[in-house]
T-cell receptor
Framework: DQQVKQNSPSLSVQEGRISILNCDYT??????FLWYKKYPAEGPTFLIS?????DKNEDGRFTVFLNKSAKHLSLHIVPSQPGDSAVYFC?????????????FGKGTKLSVKP | KAGVTQTPRYLIKTRGQQVTLSCSPI?????VSWYQQTPGQGLQFLFE???????NKGNFPGRFSGRQFSNSRSEMNVSTLELGDSALYLC?????????????FGPGTRLTVT
């Protein structure tokens, strides 16, 4: 049973436009959410995170939105650049319950076309 | 500050053998987690060590084990290798204290079992 789902395996966006990557979760005990970016043959790179007490967190071109009632989060990249092309993973953890392991989605492959 | 390092980067073993992978966390990080990435299952949590103690364990057989040393360096061991153990093994380190729950990944060890 997948607790973290990324239903779009791939997304293609034009350079300069907005990229929106979506993630749904089922476990209401999750209290911390993270986005990672991964290039082939490399480990995931941490992008941005959000605590369940917030509904938005922004860092430069990256913004994460959290909708707890819908158990949904999204990552917005504005403007998108060709270097953003990678696989993006959504991850969640139940830190309050001292279960600090990350539960990952299957990933969304983003392609930003020049 | 140096990132998470993993050795070796690539490894080829035959069925029935055992293997030990090594991870050096970011300086100051006391938590080290291990993950397995495969095309079919995605990124799955193996176990977490904090101050030389295993704090969490994922749903993997007892052939997978680990340990952490007093300098926070960690090793992971897989005994009696099976073909299905072929995967990218990722190590991640973290402060594991509020508000920094982010985990930072190393480049991984690509294990191929023949």
């Amino acid at each position: 049973d997948q607790q973290v789902k990324q239903n779009s395996p791939s997304l293609s966006v034009q350079e300069g436009r907005i990229s929106i990557l979506n993630c749904d979760y089922t476990n209401s005990m999750f209290d911390y959410f993270l986005w990672y970016k991964k290039y082939p043959a490399e480990g995931p790179t941490f992008l941005i995170s959000i605590s369940s007490i917030k509904d938005k967190n922004e860092d430069g071109r990256f913004t994460v939105f959290l909708n707890k009632s819908a158990k949904h989060l999204s990552l917005h990249i504005v403007p998108s650049q060709p270097g953003d092309s990678a696989v993006y993973f959504c991850a969640a953890m139940n830190y309050g319950g001292s279960q600090g392991n990350l539960i990952f989605g299957k990933g969304t492959k983003l392609s930003v076309k020049p | 500050k140096a990132g998470v390092t993993q050795t070796p980067r690539y490894l080829i073993k035959t069925r029935g053998q055992q293997v030990t992978l090594s991870c050096s966390p970011i300086s100051g990080h006391r938590s080290v987690s291990w993950y397995q990435q495969t095309p079919g299952q995605g990124l799955q949590f193996l176990f977490e060590y904090f101050s030389e103690t295993q704090r969490n364990k994922g749903n993997f057989p007892g052939r997978f084990s680990g340990r952490q040393f007093s300098n926070s360096r960690s090793e992971m061991n897989v005994s009696t290798l099976e073909l299905g153990d072929s995967a990218l093994y990722l190590c991640a380190s973290s402060f594991r204290t509020s508000p920094s729950y982010e985990q930072y990944f190393g480049p991984g060890t690509r294990l191929t079992v023949t």
